[in-house]
């Protein structure tokens, strides 16, 4: 049996009338990067906040490290690494000050300290920085920095909480280099967020909307089953505004602009000839990107969420 440093069933949060988490089932492996993807508001900050043992679930239950949710959250705390959303960095504070603060808080002292502090500076690339200001340091590198503050007591599961939001797509790419090496080190790794290429780096992703879990499966994997139909890509002028048009076809099942083409989703591959004399454009297979998987399992949730049968939960 594979370990599972967290386990979840039903989890569920509740503000007044709001259901922000429903039912949210899940199981994360060590050393997996398992990453949770979907729009503002789905739902993601939540789950995670829970998954910290911050917030109390209205109902169901949830282990992280052996750990019970509600009645062990002060354990849960003191075991995990978690950064979120809005860095949690002191700017009054240098690079080194702030990395010995939250050494501090996780109890890493003495010899054992001064070895993590080192180690966090060198993989944050922030060698030569070490009494520099948190203030000035730019977007980039506060990111690395934050990260190094969550993860100095080495911890066996870290929570990202929409980590790479306002950096650049360099930092980003940085950012989940650093991810995957401490993933490769054995950490398990939850990570949420809203952009597509950082899902790529997943080993499983979950799609929540409106607080649902609507799938769960490698990123290939979920290219292959939730895609149902041919989907081509067609360069027009004016893209957006064929969309309404191309939607209104009886054969057409999706569409959506990617950039300078559009994305449209048919019932058969048969129908390709059609759609081309319609637009008398060039039409063109395409292999499925996560955004297509969301964009169809956000047109699921409007219409209806899953059952448990229809979500492939790893």
Known sequence: M??????????????????????LTMNIR???????LGPNGAGKSTAIRMLCGILEPTSGSGRVLGYDLVREAEKVKQKIGYMSQKFSLYDDLSVRENLNFYAGLYGVNGVLRKTRVQA???????????????ANLSGGWKQRLALGCAIISKPSIIFLDEPTSGVSPTSRRL???????????????L????????AEYCDNIAFISAGRLMAVDTPDNLKKSVIEGCL????????IDWINKIEELPYVKECSVHGPVLH????????IAYLAEFTHAEINRVTPSLEDVFIAL?????NGVPTEDEQKIS
């Open 2 to 23: 594979e370990e599972y440093v967290v386990t979840t069933d039903k989890l569920t949060k509740v503000f007044g009338s709001f259901t922000a988490v429903d039912s």
């Open 30 to 36: 060590r050393g997996e990067i398992y990453g949770f």
């Open 120 to 134: 966090m500076v060198d993989m944050a690339g922030l060698q030569g920085r070490e009494n520099e200001l948190t």
């Open 175 to 189: 950012f989940f280099n650093i991810i995957r090496k401490l993933a490769g080190e054995g950490a398990a790794v």
């Open 191 to 198: 990570v949420t967020t809203h952009f597509m290429d950082e």
């Open 232 to 239: 081509v890509e067609a360069e027009l002028p004016d893209a």
């Open 264 to 271: 449209v989703l048919l019932e058969h591959e048969q129908n």
């Open 298 to 302: 956000a047109r699921k949730t409007r």
